[in-house]
């Protein structure tokens, strides 16, 4: 074989095998290595959502959803090289949550996914609070009655004092009337005897003499 072939079937065996062991990488995209929170995680809440890339990325995008798909209004994403954080301005209920996330990775291709997580706390507390106030509710309820049965069971009623009253006046009222009409009676009554005469004055014996 002459010696220009062989070195140009050399080179072409060179250039084959190159790419092939560099198509692997130059076809794979950066990818999501970790994240706060994390996948599937359960947290007491979130102050700042962060994504951390295996590699460089730009333009990030995040969107955080709850279980209805009603979206949570968040701080501008800000992306410094592998990482992008996220403030969460507002307080999240518990409940389930979805981050929704897409960038630019360091090839120039687009790449997004999902990270579901649940924020406990709120609901437990919420149920707790729930449960203590049935629980309070029929003792409250026993001890508002207790007044009221003392109150229609104990004394004697007020009808029956005013009956007892009227009673009392009209015996007075009828005894009155029976002493004015037998009228006064005794030694100074009209109808009572009659003056004595008063007894005769003892006159002296002028018979007698000296």
Same mark, same amino acid.
């Given at each position: ?43 007491? &809440?979130?102050?700042? !959502? ?6 460089? @990325?730009?333009f990030?995008?995040? @969107?955080?959803?709850?279980?209805? &798909?009603k ?10 090289? +592998? ?8 307080k ?13 990775s ?8 999902? !990270? ?7 609901? $437990?507390?919420?149920?707790a ?10 003792a ?12 229609? &069971?104990g004394g !004697?009623?007020g ?13 007075? $009222? ?12 005794? +030694? ?23």
């Amino acid at each position: 074989m002459p010696f220009f072939l062989r070195r140009t079937l050399v080179a072409v065996i060179g250039c084959g095998l190159f790419l092939a062991a560099t198509a692997p990488a130059a076809l794979a995209h950066d990818s999501l290595k970790s994240s706060s929170p994390a996948r599937n995680a359960t947290v007491s &809440g979130v102050q700042t !959502i962060e994504l951390e890339y295996s590699s460089r @990325v730009r333009f990030p995008l995040v @969107v955080l959803r709850t279980a209805d &798909g009603k979206t949570i209004q968040l701080g501008e994403p800000q992306a410094d090289g +592998p990482k992008v954080r996220t403030a969460v301005p507002t307080k999240l209920a518990g409940g389930s949550y979805v981050i929704a996330w897409r960038v630019v990775s360091s090839d120039g291709h687009p790449i997004e996914g999902e !990270i579901p997580f649940t924020v406990k706390g709120a609901a $437990a507390s919420t149920t707790a609070s729930a449960t203590e106030a049935a629980s309070a509710a029929p003792a409250t309820s026993a001890e508002g009655t207790r007044p009221a049965a003392a109150a229609q &069971g104990g004394g !004697i009623p007020g009808w029956l004092w005013g009956g007892l009253a009227a009673l009392v006046v009209a015996g007075l $009222a009828v005894w009155l009337l029976s002493r004015r009409s037998s009228g006064p009676s005794g +030694p100074d009554s009209p109808d009572g005897p009659a003056d004595q005469p008063a007894a005769p004055t003892e006159q002296p014996d002028v018979s007698a003499g000296p």
